[in-house]
């Protein structure tokens, strides 16, 4: 497979062993880090976690 951007010179620079682990670090780590700020921001979410959002809606969506 032919390398047709130049994307693969940055293995040049950095190991795919520090490269990679860096990189699923960092989504790992972002990940978290927008499910705690979720948790400590908002109302709705920990009922949404715990599956109590169906009681949630229903206080926004009166019955017609």
Known sequence: MADID???KIWLV???EVGL???LGGVA???VLVHA???ANTKWFPNYIEGKAKVAIEH???HA
Do not use: N
Request: hydrophobic content about 65%.
């Open 60 to 62: 926004v969506i009166p």
């Open 21 to 23: 682990l860096w990189l």
């Open 29 to 31: 780590f972002t990940a």
């Open 37 to 39: 700020v979720l948790l």
């Open 14 to 16: 950095v190991k795919p």
């Open 6 to 8: 130049g994307q693969a």
